[in-house]
């Protein structure tokens, strides 16, 4: 249960042992709870009392444990982890040059976070293309851009509403069904991420390398006319097989 904010497995399973019982335990029952060896049962015991996740005392001669309750042990990671992230904020990283190394990542959470953060720090345009369900989730954000004087130029797929006009929409039809999810973003015209998903997940590549910036930005509007393009003469290119089927095949 801990181990995701940091605590070893033993650490976890001594937690879980002392607040899933109604009275204190001794080191023999924990042991038996928790599956954690005796032999280090008071190593763990003694780590869990120093970060004040359990409680120690003497009863007849005898020490029992109980845990820290739930609540406030919330309480106590929660207040914990926003001082790391206002220790994070007070670092002074110090810019640097034009950096045209393509630099790749992975994790969809690491992405978005990545993306998130370039688009609070543009300062003079934003060009991004994305689905419409993570496109909404960004809008405030985005909207907050365009409203303070900066350029945001949109392209998603499947509907939103926005007051951006800038604003290009692909509602996907039969035949789009095939169509594989991807990120663009451009911000400033100076850098770039390109998502796609691969094999096991989302992957990324990020670069401030003007040949690509410039390739990224004409796939931009590569799209935007696209989209437009099938908008106006849905019809006429639905009835031409052969066109229809080549448009379909297009990434976008």
Partial sequence: MLQQFGFTQYESQVYTSLITVSQPLDATAIVKRSGVP????????TKLIEK????????????QYTGLPMEALIEKLTTNFEANIEELKNIEVEEMEVDDRVWTL???????????DLMEGAKQSIHLSLWADEMKA?????EEVYNS?????LH????????????????????????ERSRILIVDE????FAGIEEH??????????????????????????????????ELIMKDEEVRDMLLKLKY
């Fill in 38 to 45: 005796r032999s280090k049962v008071y190593e763990v015991i």
């Fill in 52 to 63: 004040g996740l359990v409680l120690e005392a003497f009863v007849e001669k005898k020490r």
């Fill in 106 to 116: 992975r994790e969809d959470q690491s992405i978005l976070s990545i993306m998130k």
């Fill in 138 to 142: 960004l809008l405030p954000l985005l």
């Fill in 149 to 153: 004087g900066r350029e945001v130029h």
């Fill in 156 to 179: 998603a797929v499947g509907s939103i509403q926005t007051v951006i006009p800038n604003t290009s929409v692909l509602i996907p039809t039969q035949g789009h069904d095939s169509l």
């Fill in 190 to 193: 100076k850098e770039m991420i």
């Fill in 201 to 234: 997940g989302w992957q990324a590549i990020r670069t401030q390398s003007k040949p690509l910036v410039t390739f990224f930005t004409e796939f931009f509007y590569h799209d935007v006319v696209l989209t437009k393009i099938t908008q106006r003469y849905h």
